[in-house]
């Protein structure tokens, strides 16, 4: 009896404490965000946003990516992951921003190579500037355009920015340094560290996007170390009879997560610097 009375008690005594447990996490679930937390407009509700806005995160960044092949080792919507992850941190290093929902597809024509989805720069150029449009509407005063593909750039995004600045006094700018400036400067990282340039599907697409593959399904890693395609001399690929056609320009094969992370700091970086040097201070 003695033993049996001990067991039950214990028994109670644990199952309470687990349903303890079971509650208070479940209570930590249910609890909201703080509001500086919240950056991501399509995870926010219209309270949400409202709120935000009138605490002054008055800024829209629209970020574009893209979905093209880049060699046999890295999926194809490697720029919409660069884009989304890229877009999220200068919102939280800004403070006064929310991002939209990226827009996963850019300028680019389908290739021999099945991977590539492209638009055109008339439909990029009349979907962002319905896109700004309604982010005016819906209470942001700023709007800042960007890109993660060459496509567009700089033609599309700044004719859409200087058509629509100034338009019931919202300012819309567009971002360049986000893109071929923060590139330029990775390139120049490598050069001085011995690494081989490339021009797509290389070292600065494929390290970034393995530092950013946190569920490890963006990057073929066991492919990386064979993932070499056409020479690239004097920033030109050099084609030959001898070309691997497998859509790399460049060498990969020293890809790491270490040179993807200072890629995309760089990008962030260049970005913050910029976009707070076009804002308005008042």
């Not at 309604?134 to 960007?146: H, K, S, W």
């Not at 819309?172 to 050069?191: G, I, K, M, S």
């Amino acid at each position: 009896m003695r033993v049996g009375s001990v067991s039950h008690s214990l028994l109670m005594l644990i199952a309470g404490g687990t349903a303890s447990l079971v509650l208070a996490a479940g209570s930590a679930r249910a609890a909201p965000r703080a509001q500086a937390d919240l950056v991501e407009f399509e995870k926010m509700t219209w309270v949400e946003v409202k709120s935000a806005l009138a605490a002054g995160k008055t800024t829209a960044l629209i970020y574009t990516g893209g979905v093209e092949e880049r060699g046999p080792q890295d999926a194809n919507g490697g720029h919409n992951l660069m884009a989304h992850a890229t877009v999220e941190a200068i919102a939280r290093e800004l403070g006064n921003a929310i991002f939209l929902p990226v827009l996963p597809y850019t300028p680019n024509d389908a290739e021999s190579i099945p991977g590539t989805i492209g638009i055109t720069n008339e439909l990029l150029a009349a979907m962002l500037e319905r896109i700004t449009e309604q982010a005016i509407l819906n209470g942001f005063r700023n709007v800042i355009l960007m890109g993660d593909h060459a496509g567009g750039q700089p033609q599309v995004y700044e004719d859409v920015a200087k058509k629509l600045d100034a338009r019931d006094g919202a300012r819309v700018f567009y971002c360049e340094q986000v893109y071929r400036p923060a590139n330029d400067a990775f390139d120049q990282y490598l050069a001085q560290h011995g690494y081989p340039l490339s021009l797509h599907g290389g070292i600065p697409d494929t390290s970034e996007m393995m530092f950013l593959d946190k569920d490890n399904t963006w990057v073929r890693r066991d492919l990386v170390s064979s993932a070499v395609g056409d020479p690239v001399v004097d920033g030109k690929a050099q084609f030959g009879r001898q070309s691997p056609q497998n859509g790399i320009l460049g060498d990969a094969r020293r890809s790491t997560a270490e040179l993807g992370k200072r890629a995309f700091d760089m990008k962030v970086d260049f970005a913050v610097r910029q976009i707070r040097s076009l804002l308005p201070t008042s």
